[in-house]
């Protein structure tokens, strides 16, 4: 079975500066796939970032970048010039690459908190 | 485009009583899948739809029940609600089943409370 972990249960961060949330996750699978989904008050859990586990390049999708170890199961999101949209609880997911079903298995998430 | 729908958006129960929650999937995609999200937890996967088949199923008790009709959309069933059953229940969509249906899309959920 596959486990997500995240260390930090609430973070903080101030408008325009740099946030690095963290996830660690163990799993005996060679393919799979790994997310970070954002949950505003709104509770629509909406895709932030994706990445491959056989790519070795970091994802990278605007404001938003990962840096994805995967001898050390670490996949952290780094978000730049945060902004104030960007409060939301964070969840890192991991999805195993089979050939059918999609099930995510997710973390407990970051509450983070963008201030002004 | 319309994205993922859930109906109701809100539900309150009694325990004992049975619940029935919609979903309606992005227009052309034919994989549901369901999940429970306690309250100051992640979500946890309940089942999967794809081609109106179960792709999979999580750890959930046999009250737990869903489907998928010809038009893609789904339901979930619960019986013999608990206190322990009270969630935001999200339903997710994506193109098809395995790794072409990795980006799912969620809909805003329905939240269940049980009384």
């Known amino acids: 079975a596959q486990t997500v972990t995240q260390s930090q249960p609430e973070m903080s961060v101030q408008e325009a500066e740099t946030v690095t949330l963290s996830c660690t996750y163990d799993t005996s699978e060679s393919n799979y796939y790994l997310f970070w989904y954002k949950q505003p008050p709104s509770r629509q859990m909406i895709l932030v970032i994706r990445?491959?586990?056989?790519?070795?390049q970091n994802a990278t999708e605007n404001r938003f970048s990962v840096n994805f170890q995967k001898a050390a199961k670490s996949f952290s999101l780094k978000i730049s010039d945060s902004q104030l949209g960007d409060t939301a609880m964070y969840f890192c997911?991991?999805?195993?690459?089979?050939?059918?079903?999609?099930?995510?298995?997710f973390g407990e998430g970051t509450q983070l908190t963008v201030n002004p | 485009d319309a994205g993922v729908t859930q109906s109701p958006t809100h539900l309150i129960k009694t325990r004992g009583q049975h619940v029935t929650l919609r979903c309606s999937p992005i227009?052309?995609?034919?994989?549901v899948s369901w999940y429970q999200q306690v309250l100051g937890q992640g979500p946890q996967f309940i089942f999967q739809y794809y081609e109106k088949e179960e792709r999979g199923r999580g750890n959930f008790p046999d009250r737990f029940s869903a489907r998928q009709f010809p038009n893609y959309s789904s339901e979930l069933n619960v019986n013999a609600l608990l206190l322990g059953d009270s969630a935001l229940y999200l339903c997710a969509s994506s193109l098809a089943g395995g790794p072409y249906g990795v980006s799912l899309h969620f809909g805003n959920g329905t939240r269940l409370t049980v009384t």
């Open positions: 997911a991991f999805m195993k690459g089979e050939t059918s079903g999609s099930r995510l298995t």
């Open positions: 990445q491959e586990a056989y790519k070795q």
């Open positions: 227009s052309g995609h034919k994989s």
